[in-house]
């Protein structure tokens, strides 16, 4: 019989950045909630991205001198998946509630293992697969009960092309994060998304807002966070595999709906039961079975 210990008493540096920009990232929804009731989500994205992008380069300028084409490519790729998680997600709001949206978001988290699996040839360990299954039941909690009455329309297919945009993502950081830099494809990542964003703004019919201080200080604060948080994932995916971060990243809603809490809005029990799963699923997938000692070993 197997009996489960601890694998370390701490996590790693590196899994505690990721731990940290989860909390970060959980955080920014209520400011993007709020920079949403004055400018439209292609502008507001594409301005994030875009000041990300722009700091990022002038503190590294040079570092960036010596980006290589791999590089470039690598970051292109990110943000092309980066870009298509938001985009998708948003149109597919324009015709799912938030309910639906959430539980077919979510689908990233079984994703990133099977991606991973098929992409990098590396197969979850059984314990990270215990972890998955927790988060995943755990953000299913957090959507309600509602989510699981999905359809087969255009919002739902967006919806889920966005959480296979996100595993992508995922994928793509742990595949590159080891053979380029992290700060240059840092860079081109966060100008990537940035400029797609402007570009498909006058196909989707998005018009530029009128000016509002909201959506400015908005965009500036969430887009040095954005810095902060893409910079931090392509350094920790270094040593942390795609599925490890993943149920670590599942977190999020967690943080999100802790911060809303404190501003006052309400938390049912199905969402705390469902803070507690995932909680539970990082904490399992840092655990493996010991098997029982041989009696050679013994001896």
């Not at 002038?58 to 290589?68: E, G, Y």
């Not at 997600?89 to 991606?115: K, R």
């Not at 954005?226 to 995916?237: G, K």
Request: proline share 5%.
């Amino acid at each position: 019989m197997f009996a489960l210990i601890a694998r370390k008493t701490f996590f790693s540096p590196e899994e505690m950045a990721l731990l940290g920009i989860t909390v970060l990232w959980g955080a920014t929804f209520l400011i993007v909630h709020t920079a949403m009731q004055h400018c439209g989500p292609l502008f507001f994205v594409g301005l994030r991205f875009s000041i990300a992008g722009g700091v990022s380069l002038l503190l590294f300028l040079r570092t960036m001198r010596a980006v290589t084409a791999k590089e470039i490519g690598a970051g292109a790729l990110i943000g092309v998946s980066i870009f298509l998680g938001y985009s998708l997600q948003t149109y597919g709001l324009e015709t799912l509630d938030g309910g639906i949206s959430a539980f077919l978001t979510a689908l990233y988290v079984p994703i990133t293992p099977l991606l991973q699996w098929a992409v990098m040839r590396r197969r979850p360990k059984l314990m990270t697969w215990v972890g998955i299954g927790l988060a995943f039941t755990g953000l299913l909690c957090l959507t309600g009960p509602g989510a699981m009455s999905v359809g087969l329309g255009r919002g739902e297919i967006a919806t889920f092309a966005s959480a296979c945009a996100i595993a992508a993502e995922i994928i793509l950081i742990g595949r590159f994060a080891s053979k380029v830099d992290s700060v240059r494809v840092t860079v081109v990542q966060l100008l990537t998304v940035g400029v797609l964003s402007f570009v498909v703004m006058p196909v989707a019919g998005e018009q530029a807002p009128s000016f509002s201080w909201v959506w400015l200080e908005a965009a500036v604060g969430l887009g040095l966070a954005s810095a902060l948080i893409q910079l931090t994932m392509n350094w920790a995916q270094k040593a942390v595999s795609p599925a490890r971060a993943t149920i670590i990243y599942a977190g999020e809603p967690v943080w999100a709906g802790l911060v809303g809490w404190f501003a006052g809005e309400h938390l049912p029990p199905l969402a705390i039961l469902g803070a507690a799963f995932i909680v539970a699923g990082v904490v399992a997938s840092e655990l493996k079975p010991r098997r029982p000692k041989t009696a050679a070993a013994a001896l």
